[in-house]
């Protein structure tokens, strides 16, 4: 069945089933290899320098856990979660072998479930990084982040565009491995915060490419740029910051 929990669950076992040992491998070094991630962790990096953020943060769909090795790399005191123990083990080498053993405290849990145990009223921040968009109910993902904050903490939530819905890897993986493969628009997200309970979120803007140097790159830059501030694309992250009222 397309899109349960189980499926979410169960993604590294059979990509790993279908695509072999080598996805793992992937899993291991893309956040650190990519240049896509790197340049959603630049865009983070700026957002977290410029508003508060931290020191206690939770990150809500950890993955391979390189988001959290970045969080604990700047000083932060992190808990990871996921719905994956693949994944969660994954990151938890990945922490050990980059010297972050013991300075990331990983958990298992569905960050959309109303009965996700959760400390409350805890955290000064979280980062939902590139998971929400795997959650039917991203609303439910982001009450269960205001409960774990304390007052006045933050959130940074880092997704790809609504187009992602439409993406030829989304088609793949929802066809190979029935995961939820959402498309979210900065409106939505927006709106989702505010159903939460946070205040007045704020979007930001990462732009993956840099252009070479010639006119035509640089109106091919200039235009991309245009696009991706008025309609979100092509294929940009959507960053929103927001907090919880005191
Ligand atoms: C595309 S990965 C992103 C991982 C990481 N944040 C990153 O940026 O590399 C999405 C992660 O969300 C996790 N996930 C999906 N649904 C979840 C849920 N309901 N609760 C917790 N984790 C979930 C998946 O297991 C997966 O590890």
Redesign the pocket.
């Known amino acids: 069945m397309s899109g349960t929990?189980d499926n979410?669950?169960n993604?590294v076992r059979k990509a790993t089933e279908i695509y072999g040992p080598e996805f793992q491998d992937h899993l291991r070094s893309?956040?650190f290899v990519s240049h896509w991630?790197l340049h959603?962790w630049a865009a983070f990096s700026e957002i977290a320098n410029s508003r508060p953020f931290g020191p206690k943060v939770l990150?809500?769909?950890?993955?391979?856990?390189?988001?959290s090795i970045f969080l604990a790399g700047r000083g932060c005191e992190v808990t990871a979660?996921?719905?994956?123990d693949d994944?969660l083990a994954i990151a938890a080498e990945n922490a050990a072998r980059l010297g972050f053993a013991g300075r990331i405290t990983f958990r298992q849990?569905?960050?959309?479930?109303p009965a996700l145990a959760i400390d409350e009223g805890v955290y000064d921040s979280a980062?939902?990084?590139?998971?929400l968009h795997?959650?039917a109910d991203d609303v439910a993902?982001l009450r269960n982040t205001y409960r774990a904050l304390k007052p006045g903490g933050s959130i940074v939530v880092?997704e790809p565009d609504w187009f992602h819905q439409y993406s030829p890897s989304s088609a793949n993986d929802r066809k190979l491995f029935g995961?939820?493969e959402r498309g979210l628009s900065s409106r939505t997200i927006r709106r989702s915060l505010v159903a939460a309970g946070f205040g007045k979120p704020e979007r930001f803007y990462c732009v993956y490419a840099t252009p070479a140097g010639g006119l035509v790159a640089r109106m091919k830059a200039v235009i991309a740029s245009v696009a991706t501030v008025s309609v979100g694309y092509p294929h940009r992250p959507v960053l929103m910051y927001a907090r919880k009222p005191e």
């Open positions: 929990i979410e669950r993604f893309k956040g991630f959603y990150d809500l769909g950890c993955g391979p856990g390189w988001s979660l996921d719905v994956s994944m849990g569905d960050m959309q479930s980062l939902v990084m590139d998971a795997h959650c993902v880092v995961t939820t």
